[in-house]
């Protein structure tokens, strides 16, 4: 999933519960996205990326839950 994908775009998700699976995620990608997770499960086969490109902004809080990456975290 991309979270905050176009340049002066925004985002956010936020789990609560059950699980969102993804092969990877990208939070600020271009733009701005952010991730909460405040229960259940999220789980990346892939990478995941916080703030990719120039200009972009990312962040993420895990207040309680799983946040499992299989790769990498940049």
Request: aromatic content about 6%.
């Amino acid at each position: 999933g991309i979270i905050g994908s176009q340049a002066g775009s925004s985002g956010s998700v936020t789990v609560s519960s059950g699980t969102w699976a993804n092969s990877s995620v990208l939070i600020g990608f271009n733009g701005t996205g952010s991730l909460l997770i405040n229960g259940g499960y999220v789980g990346n086969t892939q990478s995941s990326t916080v703030g990719s490109q120039t200009n972009s902004s990312g962040s993420v809080t895990v207040t309680s839950g799983t946040w499992a990456n299989s790769t990498t975290l940049t």
